[in-house]
């Protein structure tokens, strides 16, 4: 099949299938995007809005309200139980609002309408918002900013207001801050029917992000870029029984997620071996165990899947850099936090210790971009 960016295998052993065969209930709501299919209603493309059928592309989720990567946040659909791709349940209710109505309705299970009453339950929710298009947000939030000029929002140092490539961040900026402030009170309601079921202490609850947005930072929009305003996403986690409330510098990947959860329930022996992250269980719980030095970022431009440019985040510097240390960027990140100086080129010796870290983190993870660089 034909697909113009990611899709999952339905071999794949996915933390759903894992917690599956350990005894939960297993939930998942909003946007997947990890999905190929022959057609969908309305002339979009497989690749867009992709129809996930009953079976094991939905790798052991019980209860599936869920839909491809479809973006009209204010007018959204769904499939959901077994019904068929011509089958979606449409709504007028902005997306976040609704999949939280939905996650309350779950963690309430009502006659048992949502999952077994007598097993756990791991729920994932992937609300779309903030995303574009940025104006499909609900009047109510927008006035939280009433008042509010493009001025006073684009505050970062490396936004250059008279860049030519900037058009774009003041019409936007509002709608994404007033979508930001929606996600927050709408997830706020799902916390809150943990509270009132009684769940709270012992829930382990997560909110994060896949990426970020430049909105307007180094005359940019939108991700896929090494930048902090990109890559340097929140980790938020809750569970009152068993960590102790604090921040912590920890360099998480998102591949550490999976083994990392599964190490706070209990279940590290169940990690499959094809589970490319560490279990960071141990620090999260209570800031002891190994802690990584660093972080690699893959960026792969259309058209060169096996090659491109790779980046490492240690504490200190970004690093970016193609095989051959070729279209360089090296930031300070304490002496430059709005990454404004690149200083690739000025201290070999530091440039060359992150380039040869970076390669060891990629040796580590076989990530086919040194074998282009050995071939």
């Not at 297993?26 to 995007?33: A, D, E, N, P």
């Not at 791709?85 to 309408?113: C, F, L, M, T």
């Not at 936007?172 to 801050?177: A, C, H, P, Q, W």
């Not at 029984?241 to 997620?257: M, S, Y």
């Amino acid at each position: 099949r034909t697909h113009l960016g990611n899709f999952l295998s339905e071999d794949a052993q996915c933390l759903t299938d894992v917690l599956s065969d350990a005894g939960y209930s297993t939930g998942y709501m909003g946007k997947w995007h990890l999905d190929s299919s022959p057609s969908t209603p309305d002339g979009e493309t497989a690749e867009w809005d992709a129809f996930t059928p009953p079976g094991p592309r939905r790798h052991s989720v019980d209860f599936w309200y869920s839909y491809g990567a479809a973006n009209d946040h204010l007018n959204p659909h769904y499939w959901t139980g077994d019904s068929g791709v011509e089958d979606r349940v449409k709504v007028k209710q902005w997306s976040p609002e609704h999949e939280a109505d939905q996650a309350i309705a779950y963690i309430k299970n009502d006659g048992g309408d949502y999952r077994d009453a007598d097993r756990p339950f791991a729920l994932f929710m992937s609300m779309n918002p903030p995303h574009p298009p940025y104006n499909k947000v609900p009047d109510r939030y927008r006035a939280l900013y009433e008042g509010k000029t493009s001025d006073d929002l684009l505050i970062r140092e490396n936004v250059d207001r008279s860049a030519e490539g900037i058009k774009r961040a003041p019409n936007s900026v509002l709608d994404y801050f007033a979508m930001v402030s929606g996600v927050d009170e709408q997830f706020g309601r799902v916390l809150d029917a943990l509270e009132d079921q009684g769940l709270s202490d012992n829930t382990i609850v997560v909110f994060t992000s896949d990426h970020g947005e430049m909105m307007g930072s180094h005359n940019r929009m939108s991700k896929n870029v090494i930048y902090e305003e990109s890559m340097n996403i929140p980790f938020l986690i809750r569970w009152p029984d068993g960590i102790r409330p604090r921040t912590d510098d920890l360099i998480l990947g998102t591949p550490d997620i999976y083994p990392s959860l599964l190490g706070l329930m209990g279940l590290a022996g169940n990690t499959p071996d094809s589970v490319e992250g560490d279990d960071r269980s141990s620090v999260i719980r209570d800031g002891s165990g190994d802690r990584p030095d660093a972080g690699i970022y893959t960026r792969l431009p259309p058209g060169r899947p096996r090659g491109g440019l790779r980046g490492l985040r240690t504490h200190r510097h970004t690093y970016q850099a193609g095989a051959a240390r070729q279209d360089a960027l090296l930031f300070d990140n304490v002496e430059d936090p709005f990454q404004m100086r690149n200083i690739a080129g000025r201290g070999e010796r530091l440039e060359k210790d992150l380039h040869d870290q970076m390669e060891q983190a990629l040796v580590e993870a076989k990530d086919p971009w040194m074998d282009v660089k050995q071939g």
